[in-house]
């Protein structure tokens, strides 16, 4: 805990917005005039709004030239993947205070006060938000939970908290903020090394820097009062198949449990299933999942010598990371 950073005010200070964007021009169109709208609401002079693009090919450097040009643009000449394009804008932000969204999230324009005073306690890492669809209705997602199950932590769950239990809610624990709709400080993002480019090209990648965080006493909590809207599927439809998407994820959901779980009986249960789920998969032909395997197992050196580098900084063993967010919905459901 001696890494986090002083106490300070955070509710006077400003914030950088970023975001990457891959072949997402329509998307950026639609959606940055509101991200631009809820800086200047929050009024301090030190916020801005910058945009990665990740090589795109559908003319969205000249789109961001010719229509926002008090957007701080970065250009990658080539597709990188969601991680490093993520490294590359937050790397360059001025301030602190990072606001990360997708490029297909709009938001109201007094989202971000809600999330700044979460930073004056120096444990906290990040603060994700509060997202319902385009239609403004449909919740789509809040604080996140994980569960272990079947050899895997099973990170999809969401909650969240009605208006009227907020107040007696206390802290809201979060296993990880969405990159979709996420607050985070830049030193302690910088001092875990970003968004690790194993998982190239998307997917996990935020899970990870969640774990990572609370591994080394640093909290995720929930804010429900920031409010953004989130078009569903609006940056999966600038990706590849689902079928690319699924193999992407199993490899990368390998890549997350061989490189941070430190438990040794969540250890032993974890490699108990993928034993019988490999040989399932023999039997089966699942493809798919071997070739996803297969091509975790060749990453093993890197994910070896990551987790040698930074099992010195973990202060937090898994199963208590894992029980924080349930801790927040069981005094949820005591409050209900």
Not at 87 to 103: K, L, Y
Not at 129 to 144: E, I, N
Not at 198 to 208: A, G, K, M, Q, V
Not at 230 to 238: F, P, R
């Amino acid at each position: 805990m001696s890494d986090s950073p002083p106490a300070a005010d955070h509710a006077r200070c400003g914030v950088s917005i970023a975001t990457r964007s891959y072949n997402g021009r329509e998307l950026l169109e639609e959606c940055l005039p509101s991200l631009l709208e809820a800086a200047a609401f929050h009024g301090h002079p030190d916020n801005e709004v910058c945009v990665s693009d990740d090589g795109s090919d559908d003319g969205t450097a000249e789109m961001m030239r010719v229509k926002f040009p008090q957007v701080r643009f970065f250009r990658l000449e080539q597709r990188s993947g969601s991680p490093i394009a993520s490294n590359t804008v937050i790397a360059q932000c001025r301030n602190e205070i990072i606001i990360f969204m997708d490029n297909d999230v709009k938001v109201e324009k007094d989202f971000i006060a809600p999330a700044l005073p979460h930073f004056d306690d120096p444990s906290v890492f990040a603060v994700t938000m509060r997202a319902h669809r385009f239609d403004k209705t449909t919740f789509q997602s809040g604080g996140q939970v994980g569960r272990f199950s079947r050899g895997f932590i099973r990170a999809w769950e969401n909650y969240d908290v009605p208006e009227q239990q907020r107040a007696a809610a206390g802290t809201l624990y979060s296993l990880y903020g969405i990159t979709a709709h996420v607050a985070f400080r830049k030193s302690m993002f910088t001092q875990m090394g970003g968004f690790d480019p194993l998982y190239s090209p998307y997917i996990w990648e935020d899970t990870d820097l969640g774990y990572r965080a609370w591994k080394r006493g640093w909290k995720t909590v929930f804010e429900p009062r920031c409010l953004v809207y989130h078009k569903v599927h609006g940056t999966a439809q600038k990706l590849p198949p689902s079928s690319r998407m699924l193999y992407v994820s199993q490899r990368n959901r390998l890549i997350f449990h061989w490189k941070l779980i430190a438990d040794g009986n969540l250890l032993f249960w974890h490699f108990f299933f993928l034993f019988w789920r490999t040989l399932f998969s023999l039997i089966t032909f699942k493809k798919k999942f071997l070739l996803a395997l297969v091509e975790a197992l060749q990453l093993l050196p890197a994910i070896r010598a990551y987790r040698q580098a930074d099992k010195q900084h973990w202060v937090l063993r898994d199963r208590d990371i894992l029980a924080k967010p349930l801790e927040t919905l069981k005094r949820l459901g005591e409050h209900r």
